[in-house]
């Protein structure tokens, strides 16, 4: 199994401020023959179901405001939230879609400071 | 726009099976792998599996073997037993599609293992 880790565990960021969250694979999850990072981000509000956020490792989804950006390749990997909003305190997961089983990370939660 | 809607239980007896389906609407189930994905109350997310629209499975290694899926597109549905269940079943169960990602998901049931 791809085993997913990320950093930090929680952090807490003053609104309009830069958020940044690390994941790492243990294993590359960058398919050669698509020259794809097989690497999704989700943001998880209390109460509702996981949104997805990115795929590809960069590919913005539909909707998404562009504060949202995603980075990196092979086994490293960052969503970074250029301008924190109050409505985005949510806790956010990396996830791999390269082999099965599916894998995610374990949540960064982000606050308010 | 495609809605995912999960229904089942609520509740299930230790050792007993749990039984959950997955009603699509606004999109066709064809074409698509449809994934199931459980949160026990204040954890993270778990893939048990998922189905392609010809019925071809693959499920979690973990959980394989007591997961059976199934998938009734004339009805546009699909489906997760669970077998033998136990108190660390206990979870918020997600019916999601998947592409590159899940990309649309059902807004969860929670399914409580309890005599």
């Known amino acids: 199994d791809i085993v997913m880790t990320q950093s930090p565990d929680s952090l807490a960021v003053s609104l309009g401020e830069r958020a940044t969250i690390n994941c790492k694979s243990s294993?590359?999850?960058?398919?050669?023959?698509?020259?794809?990072?097989?690497l999704a981000w989700y943001q998880q509000k209390a109460g509702q179901p996981p949104k997805l956020l990115i795929y590809w490792a960069s590919t913005r989804e539909s909707g998404v405001p562009d504060r949202f950006s995603g980075s990196g390749s092979g086994t490293d990997f960052t969503l970074t939230i250029s301008s924190l909003q109050a409505e985005d305190v949510a806790v956010y997961y990396c996830?791999?879609?390269?082999?099965?089983?599916?894998?995610f990370g374990p949540g960064t939660k982000v606050d308010i400071k | 726009q495609v809605q995912l809607q999960e229904s089942g239980p609520g509740l299930v007896k230790p050792s007993e099976t749990l039984s959950l389906t997955c009603t699509v609407s606004g999109g066709s189930i064809s074409g698509y792998y449809w994934s199931w994905i459980r949160q026990p109350p204040g954890k993270g997310l778990e893939w048990i599996g998922y189905i392609y629209d010809t019925g071809s499975t693959v499920y979690n290694p973990s959980l394989k073997s007591r997961v059976t899926m199934s998938v009734d597109t004339s009805k546009n549905h699909f489906s997760l037993m669970l077998s033998s269940v136990t108190a660390a079943d206990t979870a918020v169960y997600f019916c999601?599609?998947?592409?590159?990602?899940?990309?649309?998901w059902g807004q969860g049931t929670l399914l409580t293992v309890s005599s």
């Open positions: 999601a599609r998947s592409a590159a990602g899940h990309d649309y």
């Open positions: 996830q791999q879609y390269y082999s099965t089983p599916l894998t």
């Open positions: 294993q590359s999850v960058f398919f050669t023959s698509n020259k794809k990072n097989f």
